[in-house]
């Protein structure tokens, strides 16, 4: 097999701020075709930033499609021209105040491939100083620290359900392991 779908046409759906959506007609391998609804996306960056505490930079905000209030690493969306490390660097500071050094990457998320081509890179870094807060005007949200292994614990308690943070703090649990020796 070659898992592969031929798009043969696609319709433009909705055009928004964020998103666009449209509607494909895909031809499959064995020549049948079918419609694909598909979530454009800009993609996004997050960043486990670390302290010299072993403590992670969290955000608490009102998210919403869920109608709650989350916990999750600062991120955001991904601005056009920025590479996925400078926009994350810029959100880091602009949600937290902090700024980073020794980043590594975390690899890259498909939030949801069955409808969305959303891809969220994701990076860890040490916490080289702070600075003021730089919100957008539309952004109400709270700076916490929480130590990486009660993170790790709230994402295993199933306490924290948002993808990009649990799979984060999980990859930073293990890189500090391993950089520890355990």
Not at 1 to 24: A, C, Q, R
Not at 67 to 74: D, H, I, R, S
Not at 149 to 170: F, G, R, S, W
Request: glycine share 8%.
């Amino acid at each position: 097999m070659k898992l592969t779908e031929k798009t043969l046409e696609s319709k433009s759906i909705f055009e928004g701020k964020v998103i666009h959506v449209k509607h494909d007609m895909v031809e499959l391998e064995n020549g049948e075709t079918a419609m694909r609804e598909i979530v454009e996306h800009p993609g996004g960056v997050c960043i486990a930033a670390l302290t010299d505490k072993n403590e992670l930079l969290f955000v608490r905000q009102f998210r919403y499609p869920y109608k709650e209030v989350t916990l999750e690493l600062p991120a955001g969306k991904l601005e056009k021209g920025q590479n996925p490390l400078e926009n994350g660097k810029r959100e880091l500071l602009e949600e937290t105040g902090a700024i980073g050094r020794e980043y590594i990457t975390l690899g890259k998320v498909y939030p949801s491939p069955g409808y969305c081509g959303e891809i969220i890179h994701l990076y860890y870094c040490k916490i080289d100083r702070y600075e003021h807060q730089q919100l957008d005007d539309d952004e109400f949200l709270n700076v916490e620290k929480i130590p990486l292994e009660k993170a790790v614990e709230l994402v295993m308690n199933n306490e924290i359900p948002d993808a990009k943070t649990q799979i984060a703090v999980l990859k930073t649990a293990a890189i500090i392991r391993k950089l520890n020796g355990k």
